[in-house]
């Protein structure tokens, strides 16, 4: 299991989250979380902390790239990690997925139960205030039929 360590100033935080709206701070908060979990997962992977001289160093570390997220509660921008070889992927995102998997999961159920693509895209649009395309939608809707189709040979 991974442990993260933090150190707050409360006072900087109690008067963060009195004036501010409480989505912001959510935000922040899982910002926060996932850049520290993505830097110790860069630790473990090279297996050396930073400025550690160590001889069972796997790679170095090489700075770090901006990477969009969107969740359920709205778009997160992300400070990845990277390693030299470039071999390191943190375990916060799959392999070019960009959705968060309830989101997902909620579209395929909005379009099992009828929902247009059109629907479904602007619903998107105004629970998370980011759009998805249509193609997106129905590139879901293609790979629920193929599993659906393949379930229905199995039985």
Do not use: W
Not at 33 to 59: F, G
Not at 118 to 143: A, H, W
Request: hydrophobic share 35%.
């Amino acid at each position: 299991m991974t442990q993260l360590k933090f150190t707050l100033d409360m006072d900087v935080l109690k008067d963060s989250v009195m004036h501010s709206n409480i989505e912001s701070v959510v935000k922040s908060t899982i910002v926060l979380v996932l850049n520290e979990y993505m830097e110790k997962e860069r630790d473990d992977y090279l297996q050396a902390a930073a400025y550690e001289r160590s001889d069972t160093r796997r790679d170095y570390r090489n700075g770090y790239y901006e990477r969009e997220l969107t969740m359920s509660i709205g778009k997160i921008t992300l400070r990845v990690p990277r390693t030299r070889e470039g071999d390191f992927a943190p375990s916060v995102f799959e392999k070019y997925a960009r959705c968060d998997q309830a989101l997902v999961i909620s579209m395929l159920e909005m379009v099992v139960n009828g929902v247009s693509t059109r629907k479904v895209t602007n619903i998107v649009e105004q629970l998370c205030g980011e759009s998805v395309s249509k193609s997106f939608v129905s590139s879901l809707t293609q790979k629920l039929d193929l599993l659906l189709m393949n379930g229905l040979k199995d039985h």
